[in-house]
């Protein structure tokens, strides 16, 4: 179907249809975020050391989105070239550029989580952590690490 056909049968540019992707749009940027902000609401009520446990989660929560933020940049970079396959009508060229870009982009979060893993200590101590906000941010990555290659799937790839 070329590009002019593809648009003369969709109904025209409504709120109703950048809603559709905008919503979707909105949620995957918030996930993350929301994620961290629900953990340190649960750990702000212990009753043992939560100053340092919110500190912990707030440290950690700033390096995952650093990351999720700086990779899911993926997202533009793949909507730019459909948007410009599409409007030169050779979608066709770039049929496997999805499945390109998840394998990318999910082998790419595995590497980062093989590194970051074995080197929290040193992650979290050049964001200055120390005594136990440092252990309590090694123990909260740890568990959170593992997340990080879905969170960034998602946050990439939730329109296909």
Same mark, same amino acid.
């Given at each position: 179907?070329?590009? !002019?056909?593809?648009?003369? &049968?969709?109904?025209?540019?409504?709120?109703?249809?950048?809603?559709?992707?905008?919503?979707?749009?909105?949620?995957?940027?918030?996930?993350?975020?929301?994620?961290?902000? &629900?953990?340190?609401?649960?750990?702000?009520?212990?009753?043992?050391?939560?100053?340092? *446990?919110?500190?912990?989660?707030?440290?950690?929560?700033?390096?995952? *989105?650093?990351?999720?933020?700086?990779?899911g940049q &993926?997202?533009?970079?793949?909507? *730019?070239?459909? *948007?410009?396959?599409?409007?030169?009508?050779?979608?066709?060229?770039?049929?496997?550029?999805?499945i390109q870009? &998840?394998v990318i982009?999910?082998?790419?979060?595995?590497?980062?989580?093989?590194?970051?893993?074995?080197?929290?200590?040193?992650?979290?101590?050049?964001?200055?952590?120390?005594?136990?906000?440092?252990?309590?941010?090694? !123990?909260?990555?740890?568990?959170?690490?593992?997340?990080?290659?879905?969170?960034?799937?998602?946050?990439?790839?939730?329109?296909?």
């Amino acid at each position: 179907m070329s590009a !002019s056909n593809y648009w003369d &049968t969709k109904e025209d540019i409504s709120f109703k249809r950048i809603n559709k992707l905008a919503i979707p749009a909105l949620i995957a940027g918030v996930a993350e975020p929301l994620l961290s902000t &629900t953990d340190l609401a649960i750990i702000g009520n212990i009753k043992v050391m939560p100053t340092e *446990s919110i500190a912990a989660v707030g440290i950690v929560g700033a390096f995952l *989105s650093m990351l999720i933020w700086v990779f899911g940049q &993926t997202r533009s970079a793949i909507s *730019s070239i459909i *948007s410009q396959y599409l409007g030169a009508d050779k979608l066709e060229e770039i049929r496997e550029l999805p499945i390109q870009a &998840t394998v990318i982009v999910i082998a790419t979060s595995i590497l980062i989580l093989a590194i970051s893993y074995p080197f929290a200590r040193e992650i979290f101590q050049f964001y200055n952590a120390s005594d136990s906000i440092l252990e309590f941010a090694i !123990s909260y990555f740890r568990i959170r690490a593992f997340g990080f290659p879905i969170t960034l799937y998602h946050c990439c790839f939730w329109y296909f």
